[in-house]
């Protein structure tokens, strides 16, 4: 039985293939629908990977160890066991890219290191944001981001992760969103001795693209497993996290399936 957060997961990819805005993209065709929510709580012990499919997520936390440390080349990903960012690099493999880069230094402001002081000395703050939507940059960058936008809440002992994202390749780019996520959250979590709570993602923009309908309808009948459980390694600092720092146990899951990755 598929647990609560891939039961969203599918109902979404459901009404995304019954009732999905059919839209010429910029690499092609999809089907579209506006400002989709998943939920997940953290502090239940489960991570959230889906398990209708097989996510390959340790390539995830090397992606997020890259962006915490301001990613300039490919390599700067690969050295984490990330090794899908060729696609957006030039030939000699540079990157520019507002991930992890806006969040450290946005004209000189470390908004990261700016979100963990206020969530351990006045967690109340209603300003913890880290924004990486920059518009003077769009025209310069290998690719624009797509999650953009990290608000933070806390009550004093756990802390909520508000991740927006004005685009969500359903299939193939979401489930890994999920996992980028719940990563920031418990690293903040961590760092701040608060308890890792809820993420709520809004994607503004979830499509499934035209050749990926018959694979993600296979998937949709799948029934699932029940949920991962995670453990991560305490965190020394905002800038240091290691893929193996977070330890994934009991995933079980359905079959591989193939998505073709569209950039």
């Not at 019954?18 to 910029?26: K, L, M, Q």
């Not at 300039?72 to 030039?90: E, L, M, P, S």
């Not at 969040?103 to 700016?114: H, L, P, R, S």
Request: some cysteine.
């Amino acid at each position: 039985m598929a647990w609560l957060v891939e039961q969203e997961y599918i109902n979404i990819t459901k009404r995304i293939i019954a009732d999905g805005v059919p839209r010429d993209g910029r690499n092609g065709m999809t089907y579209s629908l506006p400002f989709q929510q998943l939920n997940f709580d953290l502090s239940s012990g489960h991570f959230p990977l889906l398990t209708s499919r097989r996510i390959f997520y340790k390539g995830v936390l090397g992606e997020y160890a890259a962006m915490i440390r301001g990613p300039k080349h490919v390599n700067d990903f690969k050295q984490f066991g990330c090794n899908y960012w060729d696609a957006w690099a030039d030939e000699e493999g540079n990157l520019n890219v507002d991930y992890g880069n806006a969040w450290i230094d946005y004209n000189g402001v470390d908004q990261m290191a700016n979100v963990l002081s206020s969530l351990r000395n006045n967690p109340a703050d209603r300003r913890m944001v880290i924004n990486a939507w920059r518009p003077d940059h769009l025209s310069d960058l290998s690719l624009p981001c797509c999650h953009h936008s990290y608000q933070f809440w806390s009550d004093g002992k756990s802390v909520d992760l508000l991740w927006i994202q004005r685009s969500g390749d359903w299939m193939v780019g979401v489930p890994s969103d999920m996992v980028l996520a719940s990563t920031m959250l418990l690293c903040f979590a961590s760092l701040s001795g608060l308890t890792a709570r809820n993420v709520k993602m809004i994607i503004g923009d979830a499509h499934i693209y035209d050749e990926h309908i018959p694979t993600a309808g296979e998937q949709c009948r799948r029934l699932g497993w029940n949920p991962a459980k995670y453990t991560l390694k305490p965190q020394t600092d905002l800038y240091s996290f290691l893929p193996e720092d977070l330890e994934i146990t009991e995933y079980k899951y359905e079959p591989s399936l193939k998505y073709l990755l569209k950039d």
